[in-house]
């Protein structure tokens, strides 16, 4: 496969530079001009290079998941089907990987086995559903329930993400009021109250104490907080039981806890009765779903499930052994493991838990707002009676008691 450089023009006149894959230059042409490009030039080109290592997005990867499924249920053989997704794309570091399949697949390798040399971009997950699509000859169908899942799962992400949107800025703006307060508004009260003598309460006094804090180590705070970001990566690489225990801490804590735990556990099961019902055991539908609970706690007890079922051990008994998984779980598996319908059992789990997690976050989106009102408010209230008050006392003190 060569590597063209190609400019053209669309009939609107809009101007297009890319590079794209093509077995010749005339074959790139005639690609272009069926997508209503007119080539004004086309040269030979080097691989293109560099970005191929990026991560896809999950929308990215979507995208790619539904081109090839639409492009082979039309009847459009494989390698013609990657070649337009490159043309298509415009992406250098979609088309960098794309372009690079489509030399292996060239040689005579499957896409099953092009993508498992691309483990940055392809997950486990992915490479086993197209080698289960392959060898069934079922491939357009995985791919349409692959898309259907990863579609899923960035609409689950982006309602999470949408929820926590407001209370980021409140908070955010609640720190930059609570600085101003201590390192400028307070400290030129508190001057003038200690200079006319007036006995300080105990509350101003906690104020008083709070600003000099801020103000005297609040680069030291920033300073560590920049230290712990970049160390963080490194401390969960070299000691991963403190990955454990964090991601524990945060299953438990209180409000975003539970609404985690729900979207992760749906995500999972959703992603099981998938892999189960294209045809792959239950154990190894279980080790290729578990990175899509993306907690390591959770990760580590699946694995113990898995390992348990080797041992002999039926299926809702490995998972009531599990720890941090609702008691709703085994109870459920447990009715698909005496019927035989495992990938219904987990079907109707990922019902649950996605409409559990949309409850809790309806919820939490009309909680999180008078909470973050009533946090600034009483700090607000804080600051108002240690300083308005003695200032008071001090006036009312003056006028002998009189105004």
């Known amino acids: 496969m060569k590597y063209f450089s190609y ?15 093509a077995v010749s230059a005339l074959q790139l042409t005639q690609s272009l001009s069926s997508s209503g490009l007119n080539v ?40 013609e089907a990657l070649n337009e997704y490159c043309l298509a794309s415009g992406v250098k570091h ?49 791919l349409r329930e692959l898309g259907d899942l990863l579609k899923w799962q960035d609409e689950s992400a982006t309602r999470l993400k949408r929820m926590m949107i407001y209370p980021a800025f409140v908070a955010v703006v609640l720190l930059v009021v609570i600085f101003f307060v201590m390192t400028w508004l307070v400290p030129g009260l508190v001057s003038f109250i200690s200079a006319a003598g007036a006995e300080l309460p105990w509350h101003t006094r906690a104020l008083i104490t709070t600003s000099e804090v801020v103000t005297r180590y609040w680069i030291f705070a920033v300073v560590m907080i920049a230290l712990g970001v970049f160390a963080y990566p490194v401390l969960i ?3 991963p039981g403190l990955k454990v225990l964090l991601d524990g801490w945060i299953l438990r804590a209180p409000l975003i806890g539970p609404l985690l735990l729900k979207t992760r556990l749906a995500r999972f099961s959703r992603c099981a009765s998938m892999m189960y019902s294209a045809g792959i055991n239950i154990v190894d539908a279980l080790r290729y779903s578990q990175g899509t609970l993306e907690n390591r706690l959770l990760e580590q007890e ?15 008994v490995s998972f009531a052994g599990a720890k941090g ?62 300083v308005i008050g003695p200032i008071y006392d001090l006036v009312f003190g003056m006028s002998g008691g009189q105004f």
Not at 54 to 68: C, D, P, T, V, Y
Not at 308 to 313: E, K, L, N, S, T
């Open 94 to 142: 979609q088309v960098a990987i794309v372009s690079r399949l489509v030399d292996e697949i060239d040689t005579g390798r499957s896409l099953s086995q092009a993508c498992a040399g691309r483990p940055e971009v392809f997950n486990s997950l992915i490479v086993s559903m197209l080698q289960v699509g392959e060898q069934s000859g079922r491939l357009e169908q995985v």
């Open 302 to 316: 699946i694995s113990k499930v898995g390992r348990r079922m080797i041992d002999g051990q039926g299926v809702a």
């Open 325 to 386: 998984l609702p008691a709703l779980v085994p109870r459920v598996l447990k009715v698909g493991e005496s019927t035989g319908a495992l990938d219904v059992s987990f079907n109707q789990l990922s019902s649950i838990y996605d409409r559990e997690s949309r409850e809790l976050t309806e919820k939490l989106e009309q909680s999180l707002g008078p909470i973050m009102t009533i946090i600034v408010g009483v700090i607000m209230m804080w600051v108002v009676v240690s």
């Open 7 to 21: 400019k053209a023009v669309s009939a609107s006149g809009q101007v297009t530079r890319g590079t794209a894959s």
């Open 40 to 79: 004004l030039s086309c040269r030979r080109s080097w691989r293109v290079a560099g970005p191929g290592t990026a991560k896809w997005s999950r929308k990215e990867m979507a995208g790619f998941i539904f081109h090839l499924e639409q492009m082979l249920s039309a009847g459009i053989p494989l390698l």
């Open 237 to 239: 690489t070299a000691r």
